[in-house]
């Protein structure tokens, strides 16, 4: 299977940017996805980008695509105590007639006032 | 609406019993899925449906049977578990199976074996 790593842990003061990594191995991967997980709740999808793309912004989240490297990177400007969760990144593959995710290690992330 | 329920919230066994989960979603997808996901790691894919089809077993143990009753329904029939079991069981969605639309996640049902 592919191995999707991430940084174990991230510390950031309340209104500074947080940016979480990402290094993947798939490179047939066609979307890649950023989720959130908060404690003892399911995931949230914060954003996804397409593969031919290397970079997206939707409000305080700014996605970038190094496709070259396989790295992908998630912005959290003006970071909040509610954005104190753990982030996965994910990619996906398509096999027949159906398609999985596979999950990054997971990067906890701490905001400190 | 991208909500997808799950019941029950928690469900504490035996290793004897046997019990289901069961995962809905209103919203018309066409893939459903089933993750486990242990204390501290990212969620494991068990299996896939699609268009009401078993696509993708991931070598799950026979204990563990999917069913998938129409479109908007997924259950997960568990028989037998052993203590390693244990864990947050997710369910999500897709419009289609391709790869091409995101997933969307249920809240879990955590699961303790005794």
């Known amino acids: 299977g592919e191995d999707v790593e991430q940084s174990l842990f991230l510390s950031v003061r309340e209104g500074d940017s947080s940016v979480i990594n990402c290094t993947y191995t798939?490179?047939?991967?066609?979307?890649l996805y950023w989720y959130k997980q908060e404690p003892g709740a399911g995931l949230q999808l914060l954003t996804y980008i397409f593969s031919n793309m290397d970079m997206k912004q939707d409000q305080r989240l700014t996605v970038l695509l190094n496709k070259k490297d396989k790295h992908l990177s998630l912005r959290i400007a003006d970071t909040q105590t509610g954005d104190s969760a753990i982030y996965f990144c994910?990619?996906?593959?398509?096999?027949?007639?159906?398609?999985?995710?596979?999950f990054g290690t997971g990067t906890r992330l701490q905001v400190t006032l | 609406d991208t909500e997808v329920t799950q019941t029950p919230k928690h469900l504490v066994m035996g290793m004897t019993n046997k019990k289901s989960l069961k995962c809905e979603q209103h919203m018309g997808h066409r893939a459903m899925y089933w993750y486990k996901q242990k204390a501290k790691k990212p969620p494991e894919l068990m299996f896939v449906?699609?268009?009401?089809?078993?696509?993708i077993n991931e070598s799950v143990p026979s204990r563990f049977s999917p069913e998938c009753p129409n479109s908007s329904l997924l259950n997960l029939h568990l028989h037998a578990l052993q203590p390693e079991d244990s864990a947050l069981y997710l369910c999500?969605?897709?419009?289609?199976?391709?790869?091409?639309?995101?997933?969307?996640f249920g809240p879990g049902t955590r699961l303790l074996v005794l």
């Open positions: 449906y699609s268009y009401e089809k078993l696509s």
């Open positions: 994910a990619e996906s593959s398509h096999t027949g007639t159906a398609s999985k995710l596979t």
């Open positions: 999500a969605s897709s419009q289609e199976g391709d790869g091409r639309q995101a997933q969307y």
């Open positions: 798939d490179s047939s991967s066609t979307y």
